[in-house]
């Protein structure tokens, strides 16, 4: 097929009267129209199509057969205006021989695609005559969707509700969205300058950016009641810093909320220490005169009167013990030790325990422990000894007739190779029972069966819930059976370690000879403490265990005692004037390593009973602790093992 196309020269070209060779050839304009990026299409007068290119091919459907086809049939009309006001742009520029453009309008492709074009008609002439157009379509969809995804991104900073700002390298702001200008406009109110609300250091901080290519911040800026952090971000092709700025006053009051919440429980803390140290203290004036009273010449009445004020002060004590529990239950610092515990032994020291209170209330107290329970496991002593005891005894207090009994057995899903052996514990009573509403509020603080039992039997509320976060730092559970005026049943299972078998050697009679002998020698001991009861006590209990027993109201009175005299042992109390019992210990381990002389025992003796004060004793350099109030058992215990292990220690070097 032939087509006519004009061949117009081009501006400022030859005139047709010159050489010709410069004229386009029809294969010259082919490879011209197939080059274009435009959809080209060629019609004659009737505006049938005789021609399309590549591209005008890939915008209809590379599947669609175009040549023959009118135009307005192929665009469904869509470049004809039927409106009486407007006339056909291709037949205007076929009838008129005018250039005629159709602003953009949407098109659907056969395939259902919706398409954004804009054509121009440009008529075809030969010799005076119109022979058809060149219609030229252009596809602008992806331009739109490029002005719209421009756009969009543009909306997302303008539209941001936190403000966001550009600036050159200079400093200079080039950009600040909606919520910028609405921010430096208040400002500017309130403090003069619209660049109140970025950091005074603003310029070194874009300078900082821009050097190391690197965002910096974010910088905290209080705004009046607000306060805003701004981070920068560099873009360092074209040498400008972007900032955003985010609302942070909702953080920075859950910060400062945060920081008064630990600094009152810190304080709470330190309260509860001190008053825990402070109650302790008279407690163990009570409990050792009233022991000490207890081996005098009495008549049955004082004797009935001095266990009472014993029974008294011991249940005083047991109640800042779960005091303290709670609290550190509270702060989430309760912790577990591990140890050799001796089952069998810790069951018979509560039963020990719990005998005088079931004997005045006519109980029986019986055990079991199956014969698969190992002898011999690693765990904590004190918290086992705790629960059992909690739970014992709260079974004793709600119980009027008959007894209590204690079963202990190995888990069957135990595996004796297992990491640890679950341990399984019963209680069961013959008391007054609950109901299942009880029930369900019991393991809760301060709660107890109903309103009546505090005022009935007495106690807090606490054990049990200490009792169940114990048994669950042990990996266990624990649970309740009752039934109303036919007693309850606690159940609790502890994950323990197996114990570690030691090769133990019998010792000779030699090696016995050494403690025997201390434990018969008078001991020369000093006790530090600056309550004049307190000293009293422990001299007391000392005298009777044969010790001869002088006193220091102070470290540094027990440093000058020391230099003057030798000591067997130092009990040592840990709060006192002029200086403490820790400064006092490490005084006087610095001066034994100076003169390399032999390790003086010291005991302390603290009215603080946590594990992190132990801690911080044996850090001081004391041997062992001892928690006020003291017994006569306990100084004995530990004078013993002391004692013992210097004199080792000696014929060792020796």
């Not at 386009?24 to 129209?33: E, K, N, Q, R, S």
């Not at 021989?97 to 056969?110: A, C, K, S």
């Not at 109901?435 to 109903?450: C, G, P």
Request: aromatic share 6%; with cysteine.
């Amino acid at each position: 097929m032939t087509i006519s196309l004009p061949l117009t020269p081009f501006p400022g070209g030859p005139s047709p009267h010159q050489s010709q060779t410069w004229l386009p050839t029809h294969h010259d304009l082919f490879l011209a129209m197939d080059a274009s990026r435009d959809a080209l299409f060629v019609t004659n007068q009737e505006g049938s199509i005789l021609f399309l290119n590549p591209v005008a091919q890939q915008l209809i459907g590379k599947n669609q057969d175009a040549i023959g086809l009118n135009l307005h049939e192929l665009f469904h009309c869509a470049t004809s205006r039927r409106e009486a006001t407007d006339a056909c742009p291709l037949e205007t520029a076929i009838a008129r021989g005018e250039v005629t453009t159709l602003p953009p309008f949407q098109w659907i492709r056969p395939d259902g695609v919706p398409l954004l074009l804009a054509a121009t008609y440009w008529p075809r002439q030969k010799g005076t005559l119109v022979a058809g157009a060149l219609v030229v379509i252009q596809d602008l969809t992806v331009e739109q969707d490029l002005q719209r995804d421009l756009q969009r991104v543009a909306r997302l900073a303008e539209d941001a509700p936190t403000p966001i700002a550009e600036f050159d390298e200079n400093g200079a702001m080039l950009y600040a969205n909606t919520a910028a200008i609405e921010l430096m406009n208040m400002m500017s109110h309130h403090q003069g300058s619209v660049l109140s609300v970025f950091p005074p250091q603003l310029e070194a901080i874009i300078s900082q950016c821009l050097k190391t290519h690197q965002p910096s911040g974010p910088y905290e800026q209080p705004l009046g009641d607000a306060v805003l952090a701004w981070s920068f971000f560099p873009i360092s092709e074209l040498r400008l810093v972007r900032t955003y700025g985010v609302d942070i006053t909702a953080n920075i009051e859950l910060r400062m909320a945060k920081e008064k919440a630990e600094e009152a429980a810190k304080a709470k803390g330190l309260f509860l220490a001190t008053m825990s140290h402070e109650l302790r203290t008279p407690m163990n004036g009570v409990l050792g005169c009233t022991k000490l009273l207890q081996d005098t010449v009495l008549t049955d009445q004082q004797q009935e009167l001095l266990a009472t004020m014993q029974r008294s002060t011991e249940a005083l004590l047991a109640l800042v013990n779960d005091i303290l529990d709670f609290s550190k239950i509270e702060a989430g610092k309760m912790t577990l030790e591990v140890a050799d515990v001796d089952l069998r032994s810790l069951v018979k020291d509560v039963i020990m325990l719990v005998s005088e209170l079931a004997r005045q209330k006519g109980l029986t107290v019986t055990t079991e422990i199956h014969e698969n329970v190992p002898p011999l496991f690693r765990g904590d002593p004190v918290r086992l000894r705790q629960i059992l005891f909690n739970l014992v005894g709260n079974a004793i207090k709600f119980t009027e007739r008959g007894g209590v009994g204690i079963t202990v057995s190995l888990d069957p899903a135990s595996s004796p190779e297992a990491e640890h052996l679950t341990i399984r514990w019963t209680v069961k009573d013959t008391g007054i029972g609950m109901t299942k509403q009880q029930m369900d509020r019991l393991f809760q603080a301060y709660v107890q069966a109903d309103a009546s039992t505090a005022r009935r039997f007495g106690g807090t509320g606490l054990g049990l819930m200490i009792c169940r976060q114990l048994v669950t730092l042990m990996g266990g559970t624990i649970s309740v059976e009752s039934t109303p005026g036919a007693g309850s049943t606690f159940t609790y299972t502890t994950n323990l370690l197996p114990a570690i078998h030691r090769t133990v050697s019998t010792p000779s009679d030699s090696d016995s000879t050494p403690h025997t002998a201390i434990s018969s020698l008078p001991r020369r001991v000093l006790v530090v403490d600056d309550n004049e009861i307190n000293q009293v006590v422990a001299c007391k209990f000392l005298q009777k265990l044969g010790c001869q027993v002088e006193v220091a109201s102070n470290g540094a009175d027990a440093i000058e005692s020391l230099a003057r005299t030798a000591y067997d042992a130092v009990f040592m109390d840990c709060e006192m004037p002029v200086m403490d019992g820790y400064e006092a210990a490490r005084s006087i381990r610095k001066k034994e390593n100076e003169q390399k002389s032999p390790r003086l025992p010291i005991i302390a003796m603290t009215g603080n009973a946590s594990i992190e004060d132990a801690r911080r004793c044996r850090e001081a350099g004391m041997d062992d602790v001892i928690t006020k109030p003291v017994s006569l058992t306990s100084l004995q215990a530990a004078l013993d093992s002391l004692l013992h292990t210097a004199s080792r220690r000696r014929e060792m070097i020796a």
